[in-house]
């Protein structure tokens, strides 16, 4: 299974659950999918938007242990609640290297949900180039 992030858990973040997602996952390659990134802080929230004209970047990883998906979840706050700020849903995810499209594979991604309270954009699609 892959799984798609874009924030705090991607590749030279230097927290513990970046640290957890490494040691249980294989870095495949960088990519991006359609939606936009929002800055909530000192962290993002990124939605998915198949029709729009933004981008969110980030980093694909395999996943060696999938049960590390339950302890991702408890970091991004997921309990199938209302009011949950994310959601995990898979969607297409387009490779990258920089310069040229590799293809898409699916992806796990954890989907910003609270987009009416108008955060601030962040128009590069990147976290770590805001």
């Not at 659950?17 to 000192?42: C, E, K, S, T, Y």
């Not at 938007?49 to 302890?71: A, F, H, K, N, S």
Request: aromatic share 10%; net charge negative; charged share 20%.
């Amino acid at each position: 299974m892959n799984l798609f992030v874009y924030g705090t858990l991607r590749s030279g973040n230097d927290n513990p659950m970046a640290d957890l997602l490494r040691q249980h996952a294989q870095l495949i390659g960088h990519g991006n999918v359609p939606g936009r990134l929002f800055d909530l802080g000192w962290y993002p929230g990124a939605t998915y938007e198949p029709d729009g004209i933004y981008r969110v970047w980030g980093d694909v990883y395999e996943l060696t242990d999938d049960t590390i998906l339950t302890r991702l979840d408890d970091y991004e706050g997921i309990q199938n609640h209302p009011d949950d700020e994310y959601a995990r849903r898979e969607v297409p995810v387009q490779m990258s290297n920089g310069q040229a499209h590799l293809g898409q594979v699916r992806c796990q991604m954890y989907i910003y949900l609270k987009t009416d309270g108008h955060p601030r954009l962040i128009e590069s699609g990147n976290f770590l180039r805001q």
